[in-house]
């Protein structure tokens, strides 16, 4: 066999040649070659189980992400209508009786908003409806189980990511997986509540 890099001439088993000592023949399988080969087989068997795992995940991230946006956003909206109506009553000393001046004094004096058609818009982007039940309006009742429908004079209905953006779903389940967008709230003479039972007084009362 002839060296192929000083052209001495050695036996044909020998692997290094006697005159210059190198190897006298290539590796027939490149380290490289064997690296990408694994790489490759990896990748088959790997990539598809991260994929697979992605997809099962990424639903409930997100899902778990907007429920926990919209559940904040309804605890500051709350948080603020609530600052507003001690706001005005420590200023004026008086909660009123009309269910437009509670409203536009109470309310839209003492917050951040711009108007929208039957409601505000609040400098975060939450949107809020407007919704007369009553002319007049009275103390929220003692008994929290007479909040709602038939005692307030106003239904204010919130909706976390405005009313032109999807899903414009009101929450009805406490127990659903998905925290829809919109939430419902009762106005009354000093203060705007949530009724007795609803999904709305269940998270304002959980962390």
Do not use: H
Request: glycine share 4%; proline share 3%; charged share 25%.
């Amino acid at each position: 066999m002839k060296c192929r890099f000083c052209g001495v001439e050695s036996e044909d088993n020998a692997v290094i040649c006697p005159a210059c000592g190198k190897k006298l023949k290539k590796d027939s399988f490149p380290t490289w070659a064997l690296i990408l080969i694994i790489l490759a087989v990896s990748g088959f068997f790997i990539l598809p189980i991260i994929g697979v795992v992605a997809a099962m995940t990424l639903p409930s991230l997100v899902t778990n992400t907007e429920k926990a946006k919209n559940k904040a956003v309804l605890k500051k909206t709350y948080s603020t209508f609530q600052q507003a109506f001690m706001m005005e009553y420590a200023i004026t000393d008086r909660y009123y009786s009309d269910v437009d001046e509670v409203w536009a004094k109470s309310v839209q004096s003492r917050v951040n908003y711009t108007d929208i058609e039957d409601g505000i818009k609040l400098a975060d982007g939450t949107e809020i409806k407007f919704e007369k039940l009553k002319n007049k309006c009275n103390m929220a009742p003692a008994d929290i189980a007479y909040y709602g429908k038939e005692t307030a004079c106003a239904r204010l209905v919130i909706d976390t990511n405005g009313f032109a953006k999807s899903p414009n779903r009101m929450n009805t389940s406490k127990d659903s997986k998905r925290l829809q967008d919109q939430f419902e709230l009762w106005m009354y003479s000093n203060k705007v509540v949530a009724g007795n039972g609803s999904v709305e007084r269940y998270l304002l009362n959980t962390k």
